[in-house]
């Protein structure tokens, strides 16, 4: 590999790494915000008359709380990155099993659902069948591997080489890549141990994840 495709290499690591960090980010402000309407409705329902109305169940509640119109107008950098880069983020599995499509029809499905106005990405063809793929592509979690033997045989050197590395983000935030995994007494690895470990620190929580 020459100096110039391994300097575009590392860049498309990153801009992977970035990727999963601003989702990480989104679930856990989110679940923040959950919490907090949680707790609130919790308080309304113990003030609340006998016959009062209460919420008829946390699906329910969840629900109710997600705010779909955020899907109408996107950061252009952000949908970029995240729903158009960032759909790589997940392998064919994922696409079978969450959004009972291929990767290729919702690349198509979110393709003609948007369009680019200046420095924003609007919805200009929803569907009943977008806000949800939009939802589970912004908070699933499941990520593909970072890297594969297709695209760098050697995952060993490439984990030796980006064991220790610290990623700085935008909202000066940094992750940190390590090759040890982390210790998990009592549990019988089911195939190879990952190469390559990131702990993100989404407002300040560690949050480690296996890379590759």
């Not at 590392?10 to 949680?38: G, M, N, T, W």
Request: aromatic share 12%.
């Amino acid at each position: 590999m020459s100096a110039n495709d391994s300097e575009a290499f590392i860049a498309v690591i990153r801009r992977r790494i970035e990727s999963r960090y601003r989702r990480i980010c989104f679930v856990h402000q989110e679940l923040k915000k959950l919490d907090a309407s949680l707790n609130a409705q919790k308080d309304k329902d113990k003030d609340a008359e006998p016959s009062g109305k209460k919420f008829a169940g946390f699906e329910d509640f969840v629900f109710d709380h997600i705010d779909f119109s955020i899907y109408q107008k996107i950061d252009a950098e952000e949908f970029e990155l995240l729903f158009d880069f960032g759909l790589d983020d997940y392998d064919d599995d994922f696409y079978r099993n969450s959004l009972k499509m291929k990767s290729a029809e919702t690349r198509r499905l979110i393709a003609r659902s948007y369009v680019k106005a200046g420095a924003w990405f609007l919805c200009k063809n929803p569907s009943p069948l977008l806000l949800p793929v939009m939802r589970t592509l912004h908070t699933a979690l499941e990520f593909a591997p970072l890297v594969t033997e297709q695209d760098y045989p050697d995952l060993k050197s490439l984990a030796a080489a980006l064991d220790g590395v610290v990623i700085r983000h935008r909202d000066g935030m940094e992750t940190k890549l390590f090759r040890a995994g982390p210790a998990q007494p009592g549990k019988e690895p089911s195939g190879p141990p990952p190469e390559l470990y990131a702990t993100f620190f989404p407002f300040g929580k560690a949050y480690t994840v296996a890379l590759f």
